[in-house]
T-cell receptor
Framework: GQQLNQSPQSMFIQEGEDVSMNCTSSSIFNTWLWYKQEPGEGPVLLIA?????ELTSNGRLTAQFGITRKDSFLNISASIPSDVGIYFC?????????????FGKGTKLSVKP | NAGVTQTPKFQVLKTGQSMTLQCAQD?????MYWYRQDPGMGLRLIYY???????DKGEVPNGYNVSRLNKREFSLRLESAAPSQTSVYFC??????????????FGEGSRLTVL
């Protein structure tokens, strides 16, 4: 089946640093989404991307839908301690089954004050 | 707003016992989902319900059953729990539409341990 490769698996950074993570697939997706999960909580949607090449920002977060439709990137600028958590990418092809959302395995972000 | 509410939040079972995880959403969403999360495995879909009255298998349905009781509620049942079902279970919901069904709203999770 389809798989997403998310990297890096984990990151340890200093407060104030910028962060980049990405997600790649051998298959094309029509939608890319990024979720954040804080300890003990459920994932929360950060950004949804619906068009190849689309660049979308949400505060200090910026995500891009790759031109090939096989990848997506998430950048966090000027990290702060509350950015700690696991970031998941997810890809979906709409139309047909609604159970076709595929999640990456996550990037665990730790921020040192 | 409550959003997606799951109960119980924690549960310890013995092998062979049965239990039901309950989920309710108050956002008038048509679609509901059950995922399990294991360390290093990400989120894996167990079952989903695209609309009231329908349910479908996801990636890892073995050992589970579901019931879409009404538009608000979607329950997950373990008939005979096994240690391999030790996990954190998440319920989620989404609106129905041609392109926005990936925008999921998750509950806080139910942490299940099977001894």
């Amino acid at each position: 089946g389809q798989q997403l490769n998310q990297s890096p698996q984990s990151m340890f950074i200093q407060e104030g640093e910028d962060v980049s993570m990405n997600c790649t697939s051998s298959s094309i997706f029509n939608t890319w989404l990024w979720y954040k999960q804080e300890p003990g909580e459920g994932p929360v949607l950060l950004i949804a991307l619906y068009k190849a090449g689309e660049l979308t920002s949400n505060g200090r977060l910026t995500a891009q839908f790759g031109i090939t439709r096989k990848d997506s990137f998430l950048n966090i600028s000027a990290s702060i301690p509350s950015d700690v958590g696991i970031y998941f990418c997810a890809g979906q092809n709409y139309g047909g089954s609604q159970g076709n959302l595929i999640f990456g395995k996550g990037t665990k972000l730790s921020v040192k004050p | 707003n409550a959003g997606v509410t799951q109960t119980p939040k924690f549960q310890v079972l013995k092998t062979g016992q049965s239990m039901t995880l309950q989920c309710a959403q108050d956002m008038n969403h048509n679609s509901m989902y059950w995922y399990r999360q294991d360390p290093g495995m990400g989120l894996r879909l167990i079952y989903y319900s695209a609309s009231e009255g329908t349910t479908d298998k996801g990636e890892v349905p073995n050992g589970y059953n579901v019931s879409r009781l009404n538009k608000r509620e979607f329950s997950l049942r373990l008939e005979s729990a096994a240690p391999s079902q030790t996990s954190v279970y998440f319920c989620a919901s989404s609106t129905t539409g041609p392109s926005r069904t990936g925008e999921l709203f998750f509950g806080e999770g139910s942490r299940l341990t099977v001894l």
